[in-house]
């Protein structure tokens, strides 16, 4: 593959969301209001936000979840920026991490200087059943879903093929929630944003309030194991390996490399920018990795002139603990058939050799699915500027990458970050 | 109904031939490689030259799931919590896979299910009157 470079250089130099929850009375346009303010105040220098020339939002599917399509000149019109060009970017749950690769080549191109790129979701306005057909929609619908299949359903069946191959075990899935879930409770902005220890004592004290009897858990592994507080949603896949729903909104600044410095001392150079899409799941050759995945990272890699290896942290799609597994191999991190022990073994933890998802990922933060990539590179910002609060890894984080997954691997898109200062 | 050599390579088409209880995808004849779900132009060659091939059936399971939380097209078959249901990736004998119900199995034993397990077609009817549909499963051998 020869390795493309881009035209010219961006940086990101502004990142925010609004809190990730179940939030009743706010629409996708109202957490697009608290992103977008959030991401100003992330900018160090002054900034005018009418030098914003142009939009890419990320959304997934506001036409089902809120029943409101041409979502991008609404997100322009609530911050001011009526009049700016605003396209609506979809891929599924990687919709905004698409939108980021939309705003770099833009600038990337010469037309632009100064970029706004957002991602919304708002799900929690339909019940259960709804949102699974809704995210099913991200599927083949034709061949996929008549099957029977849902998205944990999906990516279950990759999960058994996995085991097959490999010899993991449900427990090896459950130690990825437990650790995503310990940076979570770290994170201010995380929808779940509790260890699964203090979910299990907080499930005991209700108990114990209720004059019920008080269960008897031991430790986190023996509360995962147990039906009635971790229930099946698709074996070998749990409530707790699943990402939750949730409504948020993510925004970032792009702006052109030269002029990088007008807005801060310390901006994120996007160094590398890989996308790849892939068949249905059933077409694939081999059902344990995502191939879009593996070269979406080696355009990246490419045209960074960098390693796995010399990436410090990472935020990758864990929109169930076995995709995280499987993202950490088609990232070259581990070798395939490796990645499911990296976080028994406190690899991937915050003070392992391999940070990934500080933030809590997918599965603690929340997944407001077309906000979601965007909202990776918000977790990156924050961590390789310091500002990561109690979650921050320790030590200069030179390079950084985000991987975001739209469907079962139809879409991948992987951005690799660096400072220089 | 229209004769097998004259019906477009459509989703439609693939339906059509599962109420007649035939799998049927489409077969390159430049290229020799077989499609399931059928497809128009060949992936391979680039070739639009292509014909219908019926498949025999014969499967074993590749990847599979047992489903507790059901979309309401399966609740309304009688799915859920207390029913689940296994869904598959099944490859057939003649080396294609297709995502597909899986039957004969117990579901709420989804650690006793194993991968390469031998499976044959079946074609199962789901609603009724206008509604009517047959949907792709494969039940234990």
Not at chain 1, 100 to 123: N, T
Not at chain 1, 305 to 329: N, S
Not at chain 1, 339 to 363: C, M, Q, W, Y
Request: charged share 20%; glycine share 10%.
């Amino acid at each position: 593959m020869s390795t493309k470079k881009l035209g010219r250089g961006v940086a990101l130099v502004g990142a925010g969301m609004s809190k990730f929850g179940a939030f009743p009375d706010k629409s996708s346009r109202d957490l697009f209001v608290e992103a977008f303010q959030s991401m100003r105040q992330s900018v160090d220098k002054d900034f005018d936000p009418t030098d914003i020339e142009t939009i890419y939002i990320g959304n997934f599917s506001s036409d089902l979840f809120e029943s409101q399509s041409h979502t991008a000149p609404i997100m322009a019109d609530v911050v001011g920026l009526a009049s700016r060009p605003a396209t609506r970017v979809e891929d599924a749950c990687a919709s905004s991490g698409v939108a980021l690769r939309q705003g770099i080549l833009a600038i990337a191109s010469g037309l632009y200087d100064v970029v706004l790129v957002g991602g919304i979701e708002k799900m929690t306005n339909l019940p259960t059943a709804e949102v699974t057909d809704t995210l099913a929609a991200a599927a083949d619908t034709l061949y996929e879903i008549p099957a029977g299949f849902t998205f944990p359903g999906f990516y279950a069946a990759i999960a058994s093929a996995y085991m097959h191959k490999y010899g993991m075990k449900p427990e090896h899935l459950m130690n990825v929630a437990i650790k995503n879930h310990e940076n979570g409770a770290l994170n201010p902005n995380a929808q779940f944003g509790m260890t699964i220890a203090a979910w299990m004592e907080g499930r005991k004290a209700s108990a114990a309030k209720k004059g019920k009897p008080i269960p008897t858990w031991q430790n986190e592994m023996d509360f995962l194991h147990d039906d009635s507080a971790n229930p099946m949603i698709a074996w070998p896949l749990r409530l707790f390996d699943c990402s939750p729903i949730t409504d948020g909104a993510t925004a970032l600044l792009l702006v052109a490399e030269d002029i990088a410095k007008q807005f801060t001392d310390h901006p994120l150079h996007i160094i590398g920018s890989g996308q790849a899409s892939d068949v249905a799941l059933h077409d694939r050759d081999d059902l344990t990795t995502i191939n879009a995945a593996r070269l979406a990272s080696q355009q990246a890699y490419g045209m960074a002139g960098v390693t796995p290896k010399d990436i410090r942290v990472a935020e990758v799609h864990d929109c169930f603990t076995i995709a995280e597994v499987v993202a950490t191999e088609d990232l070259g991190f581990f070798a395939p058939g490796e990645g499911f022990k990296a976080a028994e073994d406190h690899v991937t933890a915050r003070d392992g050799a391999k940070p990934i998802n500080t933030s809590g990922g997918l599965k603690s933060k929340g997944h407001p699915v077309g906000a979601s990539g965007a909202g990776q590179a918000v977790e990156i910002f924050k961590q390789m500027r310091g500002l990561a609060g109690k979650r921050q890894v320790a030590g200069d984080i030179p390079l950084a990458l985000t991987h975001n997954v739209g469907g079962t691997g139809g879409t991948c898109v992987v951005h690799i970050y660096e400072r220089r200062d | 109904m229209a004769m097998t050599a004259e019906r477009p390579f459509t989703a439609a088409s693939f339906t059509q031939f599962l109420n007649e209880k035939k799998l049927m995808g489409s077969h390159c004849i430049h290229c020799d490689k077989d499609f399931l779900p059928p497809r128009a132009i060949c992936s391979q060659c680039y070739s639009d030259q292509l014909e219908w091939v019926e498949f025999s059936g014969k499967a074993k399971l590749a990847a599979f799931t047992s489903i507790y939380i059901a979309p309401t097209a399966m609740i309304a078959a009688g799915f859920g919590r207390e029913n689940p249901y296994l869904a598959g990736v099944v490859e057939l004998e003649e080396g294609v896979k297709i995502s597909a119900q899986i039957l004969g199995l117990d579901a709420k034993k989804p650690d006793q299910v194993k991968i390469g397990t031998p499976l044959k077609v079946e074609f199962v009817e789901r609603g009724e009157g206008e509604t009517k549909q047959t949907a792709l499963a494969f039940r234990v051998e």
